[in-house]
């Protein structure tokens, strides 16, 4: 089965960097999402991205959160400037259509703020 | 209660025995779908039940949707050790957004 991949699987930085979180998608997959858990909590959707351009957003996805989908196959998360408080897995997600389709997670990147 | 709560939180069980979890939500949905989590890893997808059905098998795993009580269940029979993990319901809303909101989950372990 197709897999999606993220990178690094462990990032740690300290607070106040800028990091970037990487996604490889399905190929043939249309729309993007990120979600992001924090340690002992549920997945919480951050933001969804389709035709070039943010679909919906949650409201943990302030202005210090960017998605972009630089080329035909990386689809990043851009996290400015970091706070203790954004510690947690992010998981890069992706489908073939809209919401009667399963999405498909990758394996997480976990994001140690210092 | 918010959008997908699931419960128990937490289920031991021996091995051979069935588990079920339960999964409560609020809003219209488009479907409801069921993933497992092992520690501290990626999340995988179960099984996808739309709302217009009832009942959805696949291998051990039986999911039952009740939108009228807005509720889900997953049966896991004859359990494996390897079952253990937590399981998490997402629903997908009516409104044509692909959202997934997810509950907390329940932790299953399975004890050989």
């Known amino acids: 089965e197709p897999e999606v991949t993220q990178t690094p699987s462990h990032q740690v930085t300290q607070m106040g960097q800028e990091v970037i979180l990487r996604c490889v998608p399905i190929?043939?997959?249309?729309?993007f999402y990120w979600y992001r858990q924090i340690l002992g909590q549920k997945v919480e959707f951050l933001v969804s991205?389709?035709?070039?351009?943010?679909?919906?957003k949650s409201e943990i996805f302030d202005d210090q959160f960017s998605v972009e989908r630089p080329d035909g196959s990386n689809f990043t998360l851009k996290i400015r400037s970091t706070k203790l408080e954004d510690s947690a897995m992010y998981f890069c997600?992706?489908?073939?259509?809209?919401?009667?389709?399963?999405?498909?997670f990758g394996p997480g990147t976990r994001l140690t703020v210092t | 209660s918010q959008q997908g709560e699931e419960d128990p939180q937490a289920l031991s069980i021996q091995e051979g025995e069935n588990a079920t979890m339960n999964c409560s939500y609020k809003t219209s949905i488009n479907n409801l779908q069921w993933y497992r989590q092992n520690s501290g890893r990626g999340l995988v997808h179960l099984i996808l039940?739309?709302?217009?059905?009832r009942e959805k098998h696949s291998g051990r795993l039986r999911v039952t949707l009740d939108t009228s009580k807005k509720s889900s269940s997953l049966l896991i029979t004859a359990s494996r050790a390897a079952d253990t993990a937590s399981y998490f319901c997402a629903t997908v809303p009516f409104s044509g957004y692909s959202t997934l909101t997810f509950g907390k989950g329940t932790m299953l372990l399975v004890s050989p």
């Open positions: 997600a992706s489908s073939p259509g809209l919401a009667v389709s399963r999405q498909y």
């Open positions: 991205f389709y035709n070039n351009e943010i679909s919906e």
């Open positions: 039940i739309r709302s217009n059905e």
């Open positions: 190929s043939n997959h249309l729309y």
